[in-house]
Nanobody, 113 residues
């Protein structure tokens, strides 16, 4: 199983980016998916999660600015990030919570002030 994340980059504060994560295999529709991030010198932290029903959960730090979504036909989960702040700078990781735990490779997001 592979979780292939993309879409990171360098953006100015206040800007937007959209991350994508394509998941291989045939159980995407059964999967609870999400995103984590890890800033330099810090522990990896939860960002957002989307259930098979489409129900979403967010970290307080990104509520109102980030939106997680999924396209089951494309086996892809997205993270739309708006109003980015320098403190959002991190490596962002795609994650499957269930039915199997998997991590994708990270994609770097850098927000300049």
């Amino acid at each position: 199983v592979q979780l292939q994340a993309s879409g990171g980059g360098l953006v100015q504060a206040g800007g937007s980016l959209r991350l994508s994560c394509v998941v291989s295999g045939n159980i995407f529709t059964l999967s609870i998916m999400g995103w984590y991030r890890q800033a330099p010198g810090k522990q990896r932290e939860f960002v957002a999660r989307i259930a098979t029903s489409g129900t979403t959960t967010y970290a307080d730090s990104v509520k109102g600015r980030f939106t997680i979504s999924r396209d089951n036909a494309k086996s892809t989960v997205y993270l739309q990030m708006n109003s980015l702040k320098p403190e959002d700078t991190a490596v962002y990781y795609c994650h499957r919570f269930s039915p199997y735990v998997n991590w994708g490779q990270g994609t770097q997001v850098t927000v300049s002030s």
